[in-house]
């Protein structure tokens, strides 16, 4: 775990915190000749946040310098795809200008409760006063921008199908006036949401779309983490800040239900490895720190929440406006894409984005020459391609199967989203499962339509060997990825040994374990980087190689080695692996067995293997020549 501490504007740490022992230590400033950090608010009205009070400008700035250290510290790279280092202990020291309310014990300690849970970073704050008139926003007043003839709302806009539906939704279902509030991070985001805020305007000339922009962003250098997880949270300040200083009482984030639960689709994305930016008891928890800064005066709800992605872009059509789908942006890898394709086709975004838009009957105003990849005809790379994928696959199939118990018992993540304090728990619960049934309904059906419509191209051998229909006509999407991974791995000992002994026969199985050690230990980072899975541990038993990385037995995996070098050693090796599979499934462990039999001992693999890996669903067996 990276520990980190933050020295923003000139604040003074205290002795306690320079006492203890930083991997880092980081200046941030949003103001003066070393500024690194852009926070100004632009196109704002003259009648308009004239005034911002000291506690608003504060929470604006402690977001901010938030995300900037977000940006600033690497969560561990691809090399640490066990997420050992994803989670960070950050402290900062903040000037105020309300050192008085910040400070108080239950400030802080819900400004931290909301941070982990969506960041998954334990942080810790002390605020200092600062001096009047060191530490103000910059406001640029636009005297060209639209008047704000009485807005009822805020909502905050990101240039996203989902944000897009939403304020076209509260316009022309709910004959609401939102005002839109947009964290600029790039110039390009800005031209996006700007060109969007237009088309509104012209769409739909009714409101007027007030639209305030906030450039938050890092200066000079590029940001060492990507992930972001902050963001929402910074998000979510600006538009509380700006809907409390209007005097409106209501704050929406749109994110479909799908996504605003985000359960793990495979078992290596747990906890804050998912994003949580609109995750309902992230909402709760912000909101429960809002009410203490604006004094339970906004209300901050997600308005998309029982909706699927498909159901969320179907508003466009109802609407009549299918066409404004084409100008928004979904894509996780956005950056440094050409305006051709911004969309990069593969990631969990993009993926999500091509079924939902595709079930909503849109695929003519979300052109597949948009996306850097073909889901569903190009080849697939292996890794995260082709993970993602899959997985959207077999997470609907997997929903589409069970029943109520058994998606709770399967999804433990689901109990999160019911609030303690929900007067109809069970009501909520019933709305959730079904929010996800229809999800998994649309996805097999977009499935299915296109096997049918390419079935032909499949039975011409049309269709590359690695994209998505055909791994799924081919059933692939139903293999487990613990069973790719085992695959994966005897796949490396089998072409790693005979090659090891080619000249010789190894003098006993111990030189085996040192042989298959040494080759997976070489293909480990290519291993895991293309299906990050799980670890490899040690319990009670002690297998031929492991190495500890967790407290669950049932996130890790077991490679032991057999080598037959006598036709009596495969009576005792057999008995041996008997005893073991017994052993490590009392723990609920997961196992490869690799036996080396160089010299055929072995009669009928396919019954050797069968035989032993029926007696535990968690066990694989190879054989290796």
Known sequence: MTRALIRCDGATASSRLVSE??????????????????????????????????QASDFVRIAAYVYAADQSLRRGGLRDIYGKRWTREI????????????????????????????????????????????????????????????PDSVILFSGGADSLCAVVELVKSQNRRPILVSHRSTPRHDALQSKLVLLLRERFPDWVFPHISVWIHRMGTEANEITQRSRSFLFLTLGTVVAAQLGLEEVFIPDNGVVSLNLPKTPQVAGTLASRSTHPKSIQRFQELSDLVFHNRVRVTNPLLLLTRSETMSILLHHGCPELLQETVSCAKARGRSRATPHCGVCSQCVDRRFGSLAAGLEEHDLVEKYGVDVFLDSLEEGDPRTQAESHIRFAIEIHGSSEDDLFAR??????????????????????????????????????????????????????????????????????????????????????????????????????????????????????????????????????????????????LFVEMKYLRTRQRLNSAVTEITSRIHIYGQQGAYVLFGVYDPNRFIVDDNKFTTDLQQISDNIWVAVIR
């Open 21 to 54: 022992v930083w991997d880092q230590q980081i200046v941030i400033n949003h103001q003066g000749p070393r500024q690194d950090l852009n926070l100004r608010i632009e196109n704002i009205s003259h009648a308009v946040l004239r005034n911002v009070d000291d």
């Open 91 to 150: 402290a900062f020291a903040i000037p105020v200008l309300d050192a008085a309310f910040w400070s108080q014990n239950e400030v802080c300690e819900h400004l931290s409760d909301v941070l982990l849970f969506m960041t998954g970073d334990t942080c810790r704050f002390e605020f200092t006063q600062a001096r009047p008139g060191t530490i103000q926003l910059i406001l640029e007043f636009d005297p060209k921008a639209p008047l704000y003839d009485h």
């Open 411 to 556: 999804y433990g993540e689901l109990y999160d989203c019911i609030l303690p304090d929900d007067p109809n728990p069970d009501t909520t619960a019933r709305d959730l499962l079904a929010l996800l049934r229809r999800h998994a309904d649309q996805v097999l059906g977009v499935i299915e339509s296109y096997v049918q419509r390419y079935a032909m191209s499949f039975l011409k051998g049309e269709l590359p060997a690695a994209c998505l229909l055909r791994l799924v006509m081919a059933g692939e999407h139903l293999r487990s990825p613990r069973s790719v991974y085992m695959e994966q791995i005897s796949g490396v000992l089998t072409q790693a040994l005979p090659k090891t002994f080619q000249s010789r026969p190894p003098h006993n199985e111990h030189e085996v374990q040192d042989a298959a050690d040494a080759a997976l230990t070489a293909a480990k980072t290519r291993l895991d980087r293309e299906l990050p899975l799980m670890p490899f541990a040690g319990i009670s038993t002690k297998p031929d190689f492991a190495t500890s990385t967790g407290n669950e037995c049932t996130d890790w």
